[in-house]
């Protein structure tokens, strides 16, 4: 099993319109790839994490089932609009993907 970890960095006075636009994605976007709310995990710094983070974790079996969902969501153009309506509310540059070996 592992865990991808999607962070971005929410602009000042941001940070809730970032977790409500990541919500909305969890249940229009994630489920066409098969990411179901028990498989994700959203989360926000708090204590030894910059206050701006947003971070949301999904449980994946391999990189193989990964890759076939980051492949799906390349095809989906409401993940796109997502993106573009995302983009004024987060630092330009912060997004960042980490995928860990659950063990």
Avoid: Y
Wanted: hydrophobic residues 45%; neutral net charge; charged residues 25%.
């Amino acid at each position: 099993m592992m865990i991808a970890r999607f962070q971005i960095e929410a602009r000042f006075g941001h940070k809730q319109g970032v977790i409500d636009a990541t919500r909305k994605w969890c249940r229009e976007v994630g489920v066409q790839i098969g990411w179901t709310e028990d498989k994700l995990r959203l989360l926000v710094g708090a204590i030894g994490a910059p206050e701006s983070a947003v971070v949301l974790e999904v449980t994946v079996a391999d990189l193989t089932e990964l890759d076939a969902a980051w492949s799906k969501l390349a095809t989906i153009e409401s993940h796109k609009q997502w993106g573009r309506e995302l983009e004024p509310l987060v630092v330009s540059g912060s997004n960042r993907w980490e995928v860990f070996r659950v063990v």
